[in-house]
């Protein structure tokens, strides 16, 4: 056999992690990983972990009618023909978005939050709405980013990512934070620093399924204006709530201009086509006096990033906001209910597994929030990575240890996350059953 060439024999380099930015190896990244690789491990364990839609409202989804729904809508309100409208969802797209008027007009009908279309920026999911506010309103490292803690692994990790300094604001299972919040402001600047924002997420948050109270809202605005800081309002789930017990979004009672409002159509509608947005009506001077909104500076991160949303997700959304008459109102009474009847079952199958005599005795407890997609459990015993490995393994149910979502890894120690939003009725009730001789067989 004839020599190789010397270049093909040489070994192959082996790059060191540690040569990686730190974000790679952070564990905040490791938290989303390990938790697929448990569930591709233990495909028949019941996963409580994941907080994904529920696939049976996939059914209804029509993708090609949606798009046609779409081309309609162009033709007949931009009198577009029907092959440029169509051409217009096969090309590139202008970077703020394609649907942005039909999404400020359903946050004016749906949420009271009245924006015009430009304050909106159509992004890849709420993620990379996150992402591209993070790093458009900090701009020197003396910024510091304030989070709801324990808080949402994607909003951390975007964090990380960026190199941003992270403080916790403790959000009380109430969803309150004041007044932790004045005080972390209040140190950052003894620092010489700035507290720039704060992430959170005021309506069932995850992880938690703490909702903050109206005059909390108001009191939250109040200090932030205060404050002089801006508050990043995450929403994915606020739409779970019975009709008669919604609140008002951080963004809608925001009269000074403070609130960045991110959604995600993931939830009401479907995740697959990665549609979400940025509300950011903010106007912001350059240095030659010259005004342009803030949805305009995020729209320029955006470029760099993504270049444009999918304009095919996009006509997806956008056939189905004209389908629904532009307000979704029907489709979320639809889901949020369903919804609330999982949580209820929820609720009813850990009172039957976890009787009051066991819970008075053991100290295991759990939160009963109105709505979202999560509730927090508390155990008798301290949970890790290993111990959810285990639960897998012997006893086939899977959850997430709350200590993954505190920031700096403090706290949580003894709670576990349980995602009610994807999971049938039986596998709810077996769940539990089996979560029961788990926590059983370890007190
Ligand atoms: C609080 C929160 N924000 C953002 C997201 C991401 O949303 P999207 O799928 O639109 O990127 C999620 C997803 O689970 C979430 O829970």
């Not at 989804?61 to 949606?66: M, T």
């Not at 709420?126 to 701009?139: G, P, S």
């Not at 403090?410 to 089996?434: F, H, T, W």
Request: aromatic fraction near 6%.
């Amino acid at each position: 056999m004839a020599d190789r060439p010397a270049l093909l024999a040489e070994p192959v380099r082996e790059l060191d992690r540690r040569e990686l930015h730190a974000s790679v190896s952070d564990p905040v990244m490791e938290s989303v990983t390990l938790l697929t690789d448990v569930m591709s491990q233990y495909p028949d364990a019941v996963s409580f972990a994941p907080g994904a839609p529920h696939e049976s409202f996939f059914e209804g989804v029509d993708v090609a009618r949606h798009i046609e729904s779409y081309v309609a809508y162009l033709c007949r309100e931009r009198g577009m023909s029907p092959a440029r409208a169509r051409r217009r969802i096969l090309q590139y797209g202008s970077t703020p978005g394609l649907i942005n008027e039909l999404v400020a007009g359903v946050l004016r009908t749906d949420e009271g939050i009245d924006v015009p279309p430009e304050a909106v920026v159509v992004t890849v999911g709420c993620q990379e709405a996150i992402f591209i506010a993070l790093r458009a309103l900090h701009a020197t490292p003396d910024d510091v980013l304030l989070v709801a803690d324990p808080c949402y692994v994607g909003a951390v990790g975007a964090a990380r990512l960026l190199g941003l300094d992270i403080r916790p604001v403790e959000q009380r299972p109430d969803g309150s934070v004041l007044p932790d919040l004045v005080r972390v402001c209040r140190e950052v600047r003894a620092e010489g620093r700035r507290p720039r924002a704060l992430y959170l997420v005021p309506d069932f948050s995850n992880p938690s399924g703490s909702r903050m109270a109206l005059p909390d809202r108001h009191a939250l605005l109040a200090a932030a204006a205060e404050e002089d800081l801006l508050v990043l309002e995450d929403n994915p789930y606020g739409f779970t709530a019975a009709p008669e017990t919604k609140l008002p979004t951080l963004k809608a009672l925001d009269r000074g201009g403070r609130v960045v409002h991110l959604g995600t159509f993931a939830k009401v509608c479907i995740p697959g086509v990665r549609v979400g947005y940025a509300v950011a009506d903010q106007t912001v001077r350059g240095p030659d006096g010259r005004t342009r909104l803030l949805a305009a500076e995020l729209a320029a991160v955006k470029s760099m990033v993504t270049v444009n949303t999918s304009p095919v997700g996009q006509a997806v959304i956008g056939g189905m906001l004209v389908e629904a008459g532009g307000t979704l109102r029907a489709m979320v009474e639809e889901k949020s209910a369903f919804y609330r009847r999982n949580l209820r079952l929820l609720l009813d199958a850990l009172d039957s597994a976890f009787p009051e005599d066991l819970r008075a005795r053991t100290g295991i407890r759990w939160d009963a929030p109105e709505g979202g997609f999560f509730l927090v459990m508390t155990l008798p015993f301290e949970v890790d990575d290993a111990v959810l490995e285990e639960s897998a393994r012997d006893f086939g149910v899977l959850w997430t240890p709350m200590s993954h979502f505190f920031v700096g890894g403090k706290g949580g120690a003894r709670q576990i996350r349980l995602s009610l939003s994807y999971l049938d009725d039986d596998e709810i009730e077996e769940g539990v059953r089996r979560l029961a001789a788990f926590v059983a067989a370890r007190t």
